[in-house]
DNA sequence: TTAGGGTTAG
């Protein structure tokens, strides 16, 4: 055990374990007279109930060293504490394994499914697994962690596989399974499979349940079918609550009819969800007016301490051209993510101040150590190259491809490559655009707005023998998108090729593409 | 012991 303690020392250094409870806890077991399991098991489930991992975690240790028995009642609420504490979780979760196999808990049907929850929600799936095979009973709550599991660590179609087979083995499924595998059709925007799981939710009856009723609201507006969405929404026969009303919300933004989502949200209790979809809506929308309305209500509600409201508050000022508003509202979040940054970040870049979107991106850098610092993404790194790119800063957009791969460990993606070569490309540095196009393209790593960054290169600096290389790239790459079709016709017909502008009209034809008519917005007044 | 809604990009 003393590997437990040391690591639980060491997890307090990064900030989960809160002095004050842990000499509550400590206080508390010495004093108390009569120290039996099921005493300290409940303690332990509160602790976790109240949200005080740290506190549960403690407590367990200390059960521990003073050999109190731990039975399943002991690993359940520690299991969940260690899911709750990100960055020690799976650390001690693994200690806390090592116990249960000690106290043979390990191959108990409800202890056994808390540890690979915990496993799952720490992201280790292939230990959640493991778990599962080596379980000698297993009941529809560990199937339904198992397919969980797979939908939260990003395999998807394992999960649909496995709901698959568990049906061909006549496994008794639940409304919890009917829900957990619509979200992984939603994932996959596997449309067919997702109208069978509707026909199963009305055959046995789990329509009537609020939860699976959501899910399949969330699948069908996840594969843009708004019109199943609302009939599952006002189908469905009993008091609907916020999170429902919200998914349907997000649908709406989702799908583009911000109309009816604003009359969605006026037909609700204001809640933080609801209102964070809405600012996306007014950001699409770019009205300006139903956002300070909604942030007035963040306001009223007293919702400010909110971070990811916060964040679609400051995204929506910057979409909006209110930039200074947009960074009034960033000063005050009180807990900023890495999202928060992302965000004014990318606002100063938009609006052309590259410099300032540096400034800030140093200022995010030199607040990593802080407390609450946080570490940039590979978004952060896109909306900075994206501000050096709107003005014109080459080198620091080099610098910052550099700092990426070499400081933070993230290797640039394809997206981060077609910025850097769009801004060279604007600048006419045309051949230090191809060469690092040719690095992208030497590593199989082509996408079609690599290609496009490249082929506007070549527009600005009339380069004709590059851009039929890139062409050629673009049609192996299947590209349906008319507009990349009517740059390359384009293309040709400035440089006089008018053979070469009729064939790629040729090709648009024969794949029934054609160029939706661009248009612009602005507001007065 | 398991399940449903929200923020960042080009």
Not at 101 to 120: G, H, N, Q, V, W
Not at 309 to 326: D, P, T
Not at 333 to 341: A, M, Y
Not at 488 to 496: M, V
Request: proline residues 3%; aromatic residues 8%; glycine residues 8%.
């Amino acid at each position: 055990m003393q590997a437990f303690s040391s690591l639980f020392r060491r997890s307090s250094i990064h900030g989960p374990c809160k002095p004050p409870e842990c000499l509550a806890a400590q206080h508390l077991l010495g004093e108390m007279p009569h120290r039996n399991s099921t005493r300290l098991n409940a303690l332990l489930s509160a602790h976790v109930r109240d949200k005080d991992p740290s506190s549960a975690l403690l407590l367990f240790f200390q059960m521990h060293r003073h050999s109190i028995p731990l039975d399943g009642f002991s690993f359940n609420p520690v299991l969940a504490a260690c899911t709750a504490l990100p960055a020690a979780g799976s650390h001690l979760g693994r200690q806390v394994h090592a116990l249960m196999l000690k106290t043979a808990c390990a191959s108990e049907l409800i202890p056994a499914t808390s540890l690979l929850d915990m496993y799952s929600k720490c992201g280790l799936s292939g230990d959640a697994v493991a778990v599962f095979d080596e379980m000698p009973e297993r009941d529809i709550i560990t199937w339904n962690a198992l397919l969980s599991c797979f939908i939260s660590n990003g395999h998807a179609q394992r999960a649909i596989n496995t709901f698959s087979s568990m049906v061909k083995n006549r496994v008794q499924f639940t409304g919890f399974t009917v829900s957990t595998v619509l979200k992984a059709c939603a994932s996959l925007l596997s449309h067919s499979q997702g109208l069978q799981l509707h026909g199963l939710a009305v055959v046995t009856g789990c329509l009537h349940s609020l939860v699976t009723a959501t899910s399949l609201v969330d699948f069908y507006s996840s594969c843009g079918m708004v019109v199943q969405a609302i009939q599952v929404f006002t189908g469905f026969d009993c008091p609907k609550d916020s999170k429902m009303c919200n998914t349907l919300l997000s649908g709406f933004v989702q799908n583009q009819r911000y109309n009816e989502a604003f009359k969605l949200l006026g037909q609700t209790t204001p809640n933080t969800v609801g209102l964070t979809c809405a600012l996306t809506a007014c950001s699409e929308t770019l009205n300006l007016e139903y956002g300070k309305q909604i942030h007035c209500a963040v306001l009223r509600h007293d919702f400010n301490s909110e971070t990811i409201l916060c964040n679609a508050l400051v995204n929506m000022y910057a979409k909006c051209g209110e930039i200074h508003s947009a960074h009034s509202a960033f000063s005050l979040i009180e807990e900023k993510n890495v999202v928060s940054w992302t965000c004014i970040i990318d606002a100063y870049g938009r609006h052309g101040h590259g410099s300032e979107a540096l400034e800030l991106f140093k200022e995010m850098e030199s607040a990593e150590g802080s407390p609450t610092g946080v570490l940039p993404n590979a978004v952060t790194f896109l909306s900075v190259l994206s501000a050096c790119g709107h003005s014109g800063i080459i080198d620091e957009g080099r610098k910052c491809l550099n700092l990426m791969r070499d400081k933070y460990g993230i290797e640039p993606g394809p997206e981060h490559y077609a910025c850097f070569i769009d801004m060279l490309g604007k600048a006419g540095r045309i051949e230090e655009a191809w060469d690092v196009y040719s690095r992208v393209a030497g590593e199989g790593r082509l996408n079609v707005g690599v290609c496009v960054a490249m082929l506007n290169g070549c527009k600005v600096c009339m380069d004709l023998e590059r851009s039929e290389v890139v062409a050629q790239h673009l049609m192996e790459l299947g590209e349906d998108r008319a507009g990349v079709y009517i740059l390359l016709s384009n293309f040709y017909a400035a440089n006089g090729r008018w053979e070469g502008a009729e064939n790629i009209r040729k090709v648009m034809g024969y794949r029934g593409l054609s160029k939706v008519v661009g248009s612009s917005q602005i507001a007065i007044g």
